[in-house]
Nanobody, 124 residues
Framework: QVQLVESGGGLVQDGGSLRLSCAAS????????MGWFRQAPGKEREFVAA????????YYADSVKGRFTISRDATKNTVLLQMNSLKPEDTAVYYC?????????????????WGQGTRVTVSS
């Protein structure tokens, strides 16, 4: 079992930055693919970014490419999402997810473990 807890959300102005953290417990995430998803009000959950373990790469949704960066802090068993140049359309609840395996996963249905989410609001 892996427990995930997100933090770092909040209110930020258009063009601002936030860094989300996802702290994992129960197991080390060093052999898990980690992903970030988001769900805006009235919309379906969508993929944001994923990081496959062992240096197997990262992948981003086109809408965040060049602005968001996913990374891991192995010493803290944590995955981070640095979000720069935020836009009002980035407003959503952001969720962290984990799945054992070695490949990039962009479908939420393939992730076994999920956090409770952290809300990000970008004001215009």
């Amino acid at each position: 079992q892996v427990q995930l807890v997100e933090s770092g959300g909040g209110l930020v102005q258009d063009g601002g930055s936030l860094r989300l953290s996802c702290a994992a417990s129960g197991r080390t995430i060093s052999t898990y693919t980690m992903g970030w998803f988001r769900q805006a009000p009235g919309k379906e959950r969508e993929f944001v970014a994923a990081n496959a373990w062992g240096g197997r790469g990262t992948y981003y949704a086109d809408s965040v490419k060049g602005r968001f960066t996913i990374s891991r802090d192995a010493t803290k068993n944590t995955v981070l999402l640095q979000m720069n140049s935020l836009k009002p359309e980035d407003t959503a609840v952001y969720y962290c997810a984990a799945e054992s395996g070695q490949k990039i996963i962009t479908s939420g249905y393939e992730y076994e473990y999920w956090g409770q989410g952290t809300r990000v609001t970008v004001s215009s």
